[in-house]
């Protein structure tokens, strides 16, 4: 496997990995990365990966746990400091875990395996503050201890401060400070004998040394003797905690489990950063790659591939230097990152799971085992043909190179046919063109060849399957200047056969590059028609949309209109309580007419004059023309004027003279009776009221008012209303089959 990484590269794929990993954990494992044992496992990372790319996790603030893990295992004891540091790094794991707990079933899978190491984080957070330092609450007997230190401590800084001013001018400058972990004061050298006690210390120029006065001396041995029991405790404190974590047995999988989140992160942040895809898996020998690039390269060519049992191998060829062996590390590299579960180089891939991969790209050549770039070619050759199944994947650069040109042909056919009859897939490369022949004829083999611009002497990198290749040696030696004799010599010596097989490829590539311009047309115009067509229904899309916002406003002013013609009509009933009738009809007409559906515009109607009386159907009366306005006429229709197109009018009557008394009076269908039944005294009277005003208003007279028998109160108080009412002219009750003194019948003044 290390010759085939280094083959193919796939070391890069693993740097970039390592830069793209958090922890120290995951970026050891992504450098030795190695392809998966089984297909289940690679579609699990590959799923994984999937995941994260979906939802961004970080693992920030984890580091190694692995040294501290294995010191405190073995029984040491650790610093409070790196204690401390454990405790923040699963701090920082158990909050990941609640974090991708809900969060696909991959991620939820791995964040399961966390642990929430509930009793060393308890007592880490119980025994040691944020600096790693044992707190005073540690233990009773640390508390106990440390609650004696400080009186002590401050009993020998004041005899000490006493000391300074009894002796100022022994002092070399005033202040107390510590000296073998006892406290001291600096005294000149020149007044040492003048104080009493210990010298433990001087400066580098022997003016100033630095004193424990006697008087101190045995408090600074209590505070010495505090401080050991102290450390014993703090010692005994830490080594609890390391005992703890040392026996923590959740540990090994949360450290399993966080590395492997972080190679699914680091997975999924080179997908994105090198816009992979996501390949399927297959265990059929199915290689189907869609716009295949090689990760490595910088501005790569993408080419289509496919491996299957119909064609299994495929044979190319073409000159030096045109992006043969790129594209078959593009292959290899393709299969190694999927066996990975990584994502692929590629717009879609379907990928098989290979049980061996064979790679034979470059010099293996080795002085040491005295072999030969040829030998080690043949030994190569020689574990495929022992050692190949039906599920493995051959990658063969130059067959045949590097020996006879004629029988290397012959070695590389029997090799090819070898793969054939394990029905090995494979990429094989060569410049052979006996093999160019065999490949054409042979069933499961196809030939192929790397584009070639002889105009510009450049590689264009684009793979073309179905023919093959030319070398080009010749036509680039003369556009290079090569000496046109030499040339022509070359063609001599190449002999008719050569130069036919020669002429018959340029041939056939004339035709290729034919049918690729004529293929690029028509598929311009096709995506021309598509781009129309495109646009066509996104037009008509448009306007079906405008059509729909257009059918909404109109319904939305609609209600608007009948919502508010109803309020009017509303309001004016509500008037007509107070105003009576006469007044309300006219605004009612008036509304009627502003809010009918307008009709299609009729020729003018002629005749129509000042004083001609008309037939007025949509409100069922005559009325008289007192004014013409172009297309409209403004009546008289009793005490109501009103304008009415004169499409909808009907002429009557020539207009008559003025008569000298009376009025011209006009029958409506407004009904004879009013029916006051079940009605208080107070209702029927402004019921009355309004009727006789409408009543008044339409020149109909006589009307009948039925109000029942009953107890008379109902008509007497009729009675004394319309005796009061100025437009009645009499009253009387009906003729007894018609009613009797159920019924009063009313004489309107006319």
């Given at each position: 496997m290390h010759k085939i990484v280094e083959s193919l590269d796939f070391d890069r794929i693993r740097r970039a990995l390592v830069e793209r990993a958090s922890t120290f954990m995951g970026q050891e494992a992504l450098a030795s990365l190695l392809p998966k044992n089984s297909i289940a496992e690679a579609l699990t990372l590959q799923a994984t990966v999937a995941e994260a790319l979906a939802y961004p996790y970080r693992l920030g603030g984890i580091s190694d746990l692995r040294p501290a893990l294995a010191s405190a295992r073995e029984g040491l004891r650790l610093e409070g400091l790196q204690l401390r540091e454990v405790a923040g790094s699963l701090e920082s794991a158990v909050a990941l875990k609640h974090e991708l707990l809900e969060i696909g079933d991959y991620l939820k899978a791995l964040a399961v395996r966390i642990g929430e190491h509930t009793f060393f984080l308890r007592r880490i957070r119980e025994c040691l503050d944020e600096a790693g330092n044992v707190r005073d609450d540690a233990t009773p007997r640390l508390r106990e201890i440390r609650r004696r230190v400080n009186p002590l401590r401050e009993q020998i800084q004041d005899r000490l401060q006493h000391l300074m001013d009894r002796n100022p001018e022994a002092i070399q400058e005033r202040f107390i400070t510590i000296r073998r972990d006892r406290y001291v004061v600096p005294v000149k050298a020149s007044f040492q004998n003048k104080i009493s006690g210990i010298i433990l210390d001087q400066s580098d120029s022997g003016l100033t040394v630095y004193m424990e006065p006697t008087s101190v001396v045995p408090l600074n041995n209590q505070l010495a003797s505090l401080k050991l029991e102290e450390d014993a405790e703090v010692n005994r404190v830490l080594f609890e905690l390391s005992a703890i974590l040392g026996n923590d047995v959740e540990l090994d999988e949360t450290l399993q489990s966080l590395t492997e989140l972080d190679i699914a992160r680091a997975a999924a942040n080179l997908a994105e950063d090198w816009q992979l895809a996501r390949p399927r898996l297959n265990q059929d020998g199915l290689y189907r790659l869609k716009a295949a690039r090689h990760p490595l390269i910088t501005n790569p060519i993408s080419n289509d591939l496919e491996l299957s049992q119909e064609h299994r191998i495929l044979l190319i060829t073409g000159p030096n230097m045109g992006g043969k062996t790129a594209f078959l590390k593009t292959l290899g590299l393709a299969v190694l990152m999927a066996q990975c579960g990584l994502f692929v180089a590629a717009e879609r891939a379907e990928i098989a799971f290979p049980d061996q991969l064979f790679v034979d790209i470059g010099d293996q050549q080795s002085i040491q085992e005295s072999l030969s770039t040829f030998a080690?070619?043949?030994?190569?050759?020689?574990?495929?043909?022992?050692?190949?199944?039906?599920?493995?994947?051959?990658?063969?650069?130059?067959?045949?190179?590097?020996?006879?040109?004629?029988?290397?042909?012959?070695?590389?056919?029997?090799?090819?046919?070898?793969?054939?009859?394990?029905?090995?897939?494979?990429?094989?490369?060569?410049?052979?063109?006996?093999?160019?022949?065999?490949?054409?004829?042979?069933?499961?083999?196809?030939?192929?060849?790397?584009?070639?611009?002889?105009?510009?002497?450049?590689?264009?990198?684009?793979?073309?399957?179905?023919?093959?290749?030319?070398?080009?040696?010749?036509?680039?030696?003369?556009?290079?200047?090569?000496?046109?004799?030499?040339?022509?010599?070359?063609?001599?010596?190449?002999?008719?056969?050569?130069?036919?097989?020669?002429?018959?490829?340029?041939?056939?590539?004339?035709?290729?590059?034919?049918?690729?311009?004529?293929?690029?047309?028509?598929?311009?115009?096709?995506?021309?028609?598509?781009?129309?067509?495109?646009?066509?229904?996104?037009?008509?899309?448009?306007?079906?949309?405008?059509?729909?916002?257009?059918?909404?406003?109109?319904?939305?002013?609609?209600?608007?209109?009948?919502?508010?013609?109803?309020?009017?009509?509303?309001?004016?009933?509500?008037?007509?309580?107070?105003?009576?009738?006469?007044?309300?009809?006219?605004?009612?007409?008036?509304?009627?007419?502003?809010?009918?559906?307008?009709?299609?515009?009729?020729?003018?109607?002629?005749?129509?004059?000042?004083?001609?009386?008309?037939?007025?159907?949509?409100?069922?009366?005559?009325?008289?023309?007192?004014?013409?306005?172009?297309?409209?006429?403004?009546?008289?229709?009793?005490?109501?004027?009103?304008?009415?197109?004169?499409?909808?009018?009907?002429?009557?009557?020539?207009?008559?003279?003025?008569?000298?008394?009376?009025?011209?009076?006009?029958?409506?269908?407004?009904?004879?009776?009013?029916?006051?039944?079940?009605?208080?005294?107070?209702?029927?009277?402004?019921?009355?009221?309004?009727?006789?005003?409408?009543?008044?208003?339409?020149?109909?007279?006589?009307?009948?008012?039925?109000?029942?028998?009953?107890?008379?109160?109902?008509?007497?108080?009729?009675?004394?209303s319309l005796k009061r009412d100025r437009r009645v002219e009499n009253f009387h009750d009906a003729v007894p089959h018609e009613g009797g003194h159920g019924v009063t019948v009313v004489h309107l003044k006319v």
């Open positions: 080690a070619h043949v030994l190569q050759l020689k574990e495929v043909l022992i050692s190949a199944t039906p599920h493995s994947l051959v990658l063969i650069d130059e067959l045949g190179s590097g020996t006879d040109p004629e029988e290397g042909a012959a070695l590389s056919q029997a090799f090819v046919e070898g793969l054939l009859a394990k029905e090995v897939r494979g990429l094989i490369t060569t410049h052979l063109s006996p093999l160019k022949a065999f490949a054409q004829d042979t069933p499961g083999v196809r030939n192929a060849s790397m584009r070639f611009d002889l105009e510009n002497l450049r590689p264009t990198y684009q793979l073309v399957v179905g023919a093959p290749g030319r070398s080009y040696a010749l036509s680039i030696a003369q556009r290079l200047g090569f000496p046109q004799a030499e040339v022509e010599r070359a063609k001599e010596l190449l002999g008719p056969e050569g130069g036919r097989l020669e002429r018959l490829l340029a041939s056939l590539e004339a035709e290729r590059e034919r049918l690729r311009t004529q293929s690029q047309a028509a598929q311009t115009q096709q995506q021309e028609a598509a781009r129309l067509q495109q646009e066509l229904t996104q037009q008509l899309a448009e306007l079906a949309k405008h059509k729909e916002r257009l059918l909404e406003e109109a319904r939305v002013a609609a209600e608007q209109v009948v919502q508010e013609a109803q309020e009017r009509v509303r309001q004016t009933r509500e008037r007509s309580k107070t105003q009576g009738q006469g007044q309300v009809l006219q605004e009612l007409l008036l509304l009627r007419n502003q809010y009918q559906r307008p009709e299609k515009t009729a020729p003018l109607k002629t005749g129509f004059r000042v004083g001609s009386v008309v037939d007025v159907p949509e409100y069922g009366g005559q009325g008289t023309i007192v004014e013409l306005r172009s297309q409209e006429a403004v009546l008289q229709m009793g005490a109501v004027r009103l304008t009415v197109p004169l499409a909808r009018l009907q002429l009557k009557e020539e207009p008559r003279p003025p008569k000298s008394a009376g009025r011209v009076q006009h029958k409506t269908k407004i009904a004879t009776e009013l029916n006051l039944r079940g009605l208080t005294v107070e209702e029927a009277l402004l019921a009355v009221d309004d009727y006789l005003t409408e009543a008044k208003a339409t020149a109909t007279t006589p009307v009948r008012l039925l109000h029942g028998k009953g107890t008379g109160a109902l008509r007497n108080a009729l009675r004394d």
